[in-house]
């Protein structure tokens, strides 16, 4: 771990039932890609996500239908919900009337003092927090003609310009964001935000791409992020079903020991020596666990040569064995299952641990 931990030394943002930064684990964030106007659809989809696993909504504000949806979607969803405005103040208002628990806006996007006043009140008034969205690709002309084209330097200056907006009318609760679609642009803006200010850090690779490349690509940027401490909310932003985002951005979570309420997969990757149809069993249990809200750690492998001992760290495992399956746990064989119950008998041994750890 680098000497940069930024993630522990941020202030304490609260967004509905949630407080973001200080010592809190990550948040998960999506975006609905429903027109926001229409409630039922916008609801249903978050339901979605909220069962993904979303921790955190964002919806898009506009017009003036789609604010005045808020009240109405604000009812009958469980997660945080955010909305995000550009430049208009009095979709803003309505906007936080309506009970949105976070506006995405840039203060200096919104135009005169007197409008980001009116806003900046309301959301003090309602104790929600503003999102400051810096995105490479619209920054402010001033800086893009100091810099000549987006840099971290000027993402940063971008984002202090609209910071010192908000403290200036004594505003705090601030969550920033350093959006870039260039890997390399958006880790070093970020972390040039995390040494330049202590506000919450909202990650994310902008426009990265279909669900194949762009999980490559968030996994590769927002990786060497996270295992800096840098952030404390994600969006994976995907040109996929958002539910793919929400499930990209726990498995990355995963990965750095950032979600302590998820089960990870552990399976081989198949070789001549392969015993049963490893990736279909492991698919299918992928997708159980996805549901287990417990640090378990789940092995599916394809032989019993090399399978149990490979997979020490897990805590339960099975492994093909001609006709029939071991069930192993850390490295140790516990018993042999007839193959076609192999996978059955590995759920309920799932269950009795999450039960375990729920009860502890
Ligand atoms: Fe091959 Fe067995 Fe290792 Fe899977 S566990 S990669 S089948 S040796």
Known sequence: MSELVHRKN?????????????????FIQSMTTTKTHDVEATVAEIHRLEEAG??????????????NAIADIKKQINIPLVVDIHFNYKLALKAIEGGADK????????????????????????????????????????????YGYPTADGMVESALHHIKILEDLDFHDI??????????????????AAKAFDYPLHLGITESGTLFSGTVKSAAGL???????????????????????????????????????????????????????LISIANEVEEYISKIKAPIKVAVLGCA?????????????IAGARGEGLLFRHGETVRKVPEDQMVEELKKEIDILAEAHRLK
Do not use: W
Request: proline share 4%; charged share 25%.
């Open 223 to 277: 990786g060497i992020l996270l295992s800096k401490g840098i952030g404390n909310t994600l969006r994976v932003s995907l040109s996929a079903d958002p539910v793919e985002e929400v499930k990209v951005a726990r498995e990355l979570l995963k990965s750095f020991g950032l979600a302590s309420n998820a089960a990870t997969l552990i399976s081989c990757p198949t070789c001549g020596r392969i015993e049963i149809d």
């Open 54 to 67: 979303c921790q955190i909504v964002r919806v898009a504000c506009p017009d003036e239908r789609a604010a």
């Open 175 to 192: 969550i920033v964001s350093m959006k870039a679609s260039d890997v390399g642009l958006a880790v070093e803006a970020y972390e040039k």
């Open 10 to 26: 941020t202030r304490p943002v609260k967004v509905g039932n949630v407080t973001i930064g200080g010592s809190n684990e990550l």
């Open 305 to 317: 040569v090399n399978g149990p001992g490979e997979a020490r760290e897990a805590d339960i495992g």
């Open 103 to 146: 506006i995405r806006i840039n203060p200096g996007n919104i135009g005169k003092r007197d409008k980001v006043e009116l806003v900046v009140n309301a959301a003090k008034e309602k104790n929600i927090p503003i999102r400051i969205g810096v995105n490479a690709g619209s920054l402010e002309r001033g800086i893009l003609e100091k």
